[in-house]
T-cell receptor, first 114, second 111 residues
Framework: GAVVSQHPSRVICKSGTSVKIECRSLDFQATTMFWYRQFPKQSLMLMATSNEGSKATYEQGVEKDKFLINHASLTLSTLTVTSAHPEDSSFYIC??????????FGSGTRLTVV | QKEVEQNSGPLSVPEGAIASLNCTYSDRGSQSFFWYRQYSGKSPELIMFIYSNGDKEDGRFTAQLNKASQYVSLLIRDSQPSDSATYLC???????????FGSGTRLLVRP
């Protein structure tokens, strides 16, 4: 089956620093990757959609200059949270889409900004 | 207005009972419907997807779709304590490949 690897699983950073999260599709080429954010006891909120080689499409209300998404290849997408603040602390989850396997989720990254 | 609605629960059922989880959606153009299970602190895992009106069965799980009523449900037979989790309903629009999630229903199966 399809596997998506997401790293790191947990990260603690100081306020004002940047954090990069990687999402890799291990055994398939993902035409599209998605980034979600989930606050405690809430559902997954789609942040952005990215296609390889093109700019990400951000959902309304998501700051594209703060959440930088790079989709450099068909198997790798990265999300960089720039100048992180405590309110950015959340569970970030990536998903890769392929028409054969559908949507496959990474294991998530717990970000804590102190 | 939310696109996918779910009762937040918790829905509490005894072990061995049938758990019924419901979801409504607002976009009549939605074509595909997914049920995910999410344990606390983990990412969602796919249980089932359904495209056509009617029932789709997979083991202890049955998904039901009624496009006229814009309603999709998940039945879990012989519920087990290990089924205790949050169940997320999601739809895929007809014009874009992206999943929109409901807020999830928390299921608690009592031993």
């Amino acid at each position: 089956g399809a596997v998506v690897s997401q790293h790191p699983s947990r990260v603690i950073c100081k306020s004002g620093t940047s954090v990069k999260i990687e999402c890799r599709s291990l055994d398939f080429q993902a035409t599209t990757m998605f980034w979600y954010r989930q606050f405690p006891k809430q559902s997954l909120m789609l942040m952005a959609t990215s296609n390889e080689g093109s700019k990400a499409t951000y959902e309304q209300g998501v700051e594209k200059d703060k959440f930088l998404i790079n989709h450099a290849s068909l198997t790798l997408s990265t999300l960089t949270v720039t100048s992180a603040h405590p309110e950015d602390s959340s569970f970030y989850i990536c998903s890769a889409m392929d028409r054969t396997y559908g949507y496959t989720f990474g294991s998530g990254t717990r970000l804590t900004v102190v | 207005q939310k696109e996918v609605e779910q009762n937040s629960g918790p829905l509490s059922v005894p072990e061995g009972a049938i758990a019924s989880l419901n979801c409504t959606y607002s976009d009549r153009g939605s074509q595909s419907f997914f049920w995910y299970r999410q344990y606390s602190g983990k990412s969602p895992e796919l249980i089932m997807f359904i495209y056509s009106n009617g029932d789709k069965e997979d083991g202890r799980f049955t998904a039901q779709l009624n496009k006229a009523s814009q309603y999709v449900s998940l039945l879990i037979r012989d519920s087990q304590p290990s089924d205790s989790a949050t169940y997320l309903c999601a739809t895929e629009g007809d014009s874009s490949y992206k999943l929109i999630f409901g807020s999830g229903t928390r299921l608690l199966v009592r031993p």
